[in-house]
T-cell receptor, first 112, second 115 residues
Framework: GENVEQHPSTLSVQEGDSAVIKCTYS??????FPWYKQELGKGPQLIID?????GEKKDQRIAVTLNKTAKHFSLHITETQPEDSAVYFC???????????FGPGTSLSVIP | DTGVSQDPRHKITKRGQNVTFRCDPI?????LYWYRQTLGQGPEFLTY????????KSRLLSDRFSAERPKGSFSTLEIQRTEQGDSAMYLC?????????????FGPGTRLTVL
């Protein structure tokens, strides 16, 4: 079955700097790669996603890249703000409405 | 409709007791998912429904676990004879399968503590 790995497990950046989280997946059948943000005591919230027919996607300060050949995908957050502090999960799935396999998470701290 | 809701938000029980959780999905969503998340880990898939049909169950879902979605709307997850290892956050999500993005929307979760 699918296995998603993620690093780093913790990341601390100064406010205004960029943060990068990298993930790998194992199942070539995966075509949908969502990223979730989870704040303490809340459920995961989708912040951006990318499908296998696209190599890059950007939404304001957040961008994702996908290298399907290498089975790598990554999240870039620019101009980080304290409210970006949370746990971020990468994930993989065959489609957006199939079961989602999550990575172990990255705890991001943005220092004011 | 404001999103996926789960009840209760917290449950403390003694080992050996049965517990039941409820999930109300976004009303037009035909798919409903259950995930389990332990401290410091990512959510793990348990099972999902399309309408009232249970389409897939993870090997994580032992015989003590049962999920239902009898009318294709809300769902219940029951754990019988709870064990301390069942302590976790139980997350519900829903999505549609029609045209569109069909992303999964998660509820706030039910935190289970087994003493």
């Amino acid at each position: 079955g699918e296995n998603v790995e993620q690093h780093p497990s913790t990341l601390s950046v100064q406010e205004g700097d960029s943060a990068v989280i990298k993930c790998t997946y194992s199942d070539s059948a995966s075509n949908y790669f969502p990223w979730y943000k989870q704040e303490l005591g809340k459920g995961p919230q989708l912040i951006i996603d990318i499908r296998s027919n696209v190599g890059e996607k950007k939404d304001q300060r957040i961008a994702v890249t996908l290298n399907k050949t290498a089975k790598h995908f990554s999240l870039h957050i620019t101009e980080t703000q304290p409210e970006d502090s949370a746990v971020y999960f990468c994930a993989a799935s065959e489609t957006s409405y199939d079961k989602v396999i999550f990575g172990p998470g990255t705890s991001l701290s943005v220092i004011p | 409709d404001t999103g996926v809701s789960q009840d209760p938000r917290h449950k403390i029980t003694k080992r050996g007791q049965n517990v039941t959780f409820r999930c109300d999905p976004i009303s037009e969503h035909n798919r409903l998912y259950w995930y389990r998340q332990t401290l410091g880990q990512g959510p793990e898939f348990l099972t999902y429904f399309q309408n009232e049909a249970q389409l897939e169950k993870s090997r994580l879902l032992s015989d003590r676990f049962s999920a239902e979605r009898p009318k294709g709307s809300f769902s219940t997850l029951e754990i019988q004879r709870t064990e301390q290892g069942d302590s976790a956050m139980y997350l519900c999500a829903s999505s549609s399968t029609g045209p569109g993005d069909n992303e999964q929307f998660f509820g706030p979760g039910t935190r289970l503590t087994v003493l």
